[in-house]
């Protein structure tokens, strides 16, 4: 089972138990209210976020439709019966993020219509990051230019690639995310045939993608730079010579060995 499977499958069992308690307080003679003291959250909130997190885990693996079906199920909130402060609060909050969802799921699926709306949302927060993966995803996958909106968001898009700009994710996980950015930003640049750009990002990318051993990472890097390597410079030749050669004398293959050993270059990152 893998990581997403896992996420589902625990995200689902927690909505059905949730509606199971939500049930029993309303529909009960009991009130239940004694319970209901101990969590840090409306009841209701648990239920959404199930909803929300087995959507994630679905655009995840890719099934966008399946998505949409739990997107729905956090988008109308209207059974819920309480009217407090904070139950308000937490339905707008999940309103919110609905709509913001929303457009991923639709970009994600092929729908780039709502890629205006999706940039007018991003102009207004102030941690764009994931929201800039998800717009070079969509440019890559679908083969559309957003040069117009990385223009826009240039300032973001330098400070995004410096070692301390997003401060809010683990290093770990951060490391990774920013390795995923610069990959994406060069297949994008190399497409478009900026290659001096686009090998810098790329060089970016294979540097931190082995600084945190991400083998499958290194791989889409290194694919990607063969896809091109007829566009390099003498001097990032000898520099993805030099990496090549230190892979292979630490046991690591990558290039053509690479595909050689069954791993898709394209799958991933």
Known sequence: MSQ???????????????????????????TGTESLKKLSRPLFV???????????????????????EHLRG????????????????????????????????????????????????????????????NVIEVANRCNIDVDHILQRFESQIAAYQESSSIEKYSQQFLLQQRARFCYKLAKYSLNKGRYLYGFKCLIDAFEKATAINHTLLISNC???????????????????????????????????NVLRAGIRITSSG
């Open 46 to 68: 648990y239920i959404a976020y199930a909803e929300l997190m087995c959507a994630n885990a679905c655009d995840a693996k890719g099934d966008h439709k399946q998505a949409l």
């Open 74 to 133: 956090y988008t109308d909130l209207s059974w819920v019966q309480e009217t407090d402060p904070d139950s308000l609060y937490w339905k707008g909050q999940f309103q919110r993020w609905a709509k913001i969802n929303t457009y991923v799921n639709r970009l994600m699926s092929g729908d780039v219509s709502v890629l205006p709306d999706y940039v007018e949302y991003m102009a207004g927060e102030q941690h764009i990051f994931n929201e800039l993966l």
């Open 4 to 30: 997403w499977d896992k996420v589902y499958a625990f995200s689902k069992k927690m909505g059905e138990l949730g509606q199971i308690q939500y049930d029993l307080v309303h529909n009960s003679k009991r």
């Open 222 to 256: 290194s694919g990607l730079f063969e896809r091109f390597r007829a566009y390099a410079d003498p001097e990032i030749l000898t520099r993805y010579d030099m990496w090549e050669s230190n892979d292979q004398k630490d046991g690591f293959a990558i290039g053509s």
